[in-house]
Nanobody, 125 residues
Framework: QLVESGGGLVQAGESLTLSCAAS????????VGWFRQYPEKEREFVAS????????YPANSTKGRFIISKDDGWDRVYLQMNTLKPEDTAVYYC????????????????????WGQGTQVTVSS
C-alpha cells in the first residue's frame, strides 16, 4: 500500500513537497512515480524515479519546476513542486510499477499497478 501526504492549499508561486511512503516499510518495486488527475480527465504522468535514482519527467509545463527524489532506504519518494501555478491544481497520486516501467515506459499509466489514495493540491491565484 502507498500513502501520500503533503498536499494542501498554497498560493501561486509557492512551493510544496509531497511524500509517498510504502506501508510495509520499503517499496517492493523498482519504480515509483507521481501522477495527477484533473476532474473528469485521465491521470497524467508527472515524474518517476527508479531505485537506482534514474529520473523521468514528461516534456510539459511541469518540466524544470517539479523534482522527484527518494531517500536512501527506498522507503520514501518525494515530489518537490516549485513555482506552483493554478493549473497545477489536481489530485496527486503516488504509484508503483511491478514491471519497473519496462513494458510500456517509465511514465505510462499502464505500467503502474499500485496506487495511493491521492492527495489534493490546490493553488490559488
Amino acid at each position: 500500500q502507498l500513502v501520500e501526504s503533503g498536499g494542501g492549499l498554497v498560493q501561486a508561486g509557492e512551493s510544496l513537497t509531497l511524500s509517498c511512503a510504502a506501508s510495509e516499510g520499503t517499496f517492493s518495486t523498482s519504480l515509483v512515480g507521481w501522477f495527477r488527475q484533473y476532474p473528469e480527465k485521465e491521470r497524467e504522468f508527472v515524474a518517476s524515479i527508479r531505485r537506482t535514482g534514474y529520473r523521468a519527467y514528461p516534456a510539459n509545463s511541469t518540466k524544470g519546476r517539479f523534482i522527484i527524489s527518494k531517500d536512501d532506504g527506498w522507503d520514501r519518494v518525494y515530489l518537490q513542486m516549485n513555482t506552483l501555478k493554478p493549473e497545477d491544481t489536481a489530485v496527486y497520486y503516488c504509484a508503483a510499477s511491478r514491471s519497473g516501467g519496462t513494458r510500456y515506459g517509465l511514465g505510462d499509466l499502464r505500467d503502474f499497478n499500485y496506487w495511493g489514495q491521492g492527495t489534493q493540491v490546490t493553488v490559488s491565484s
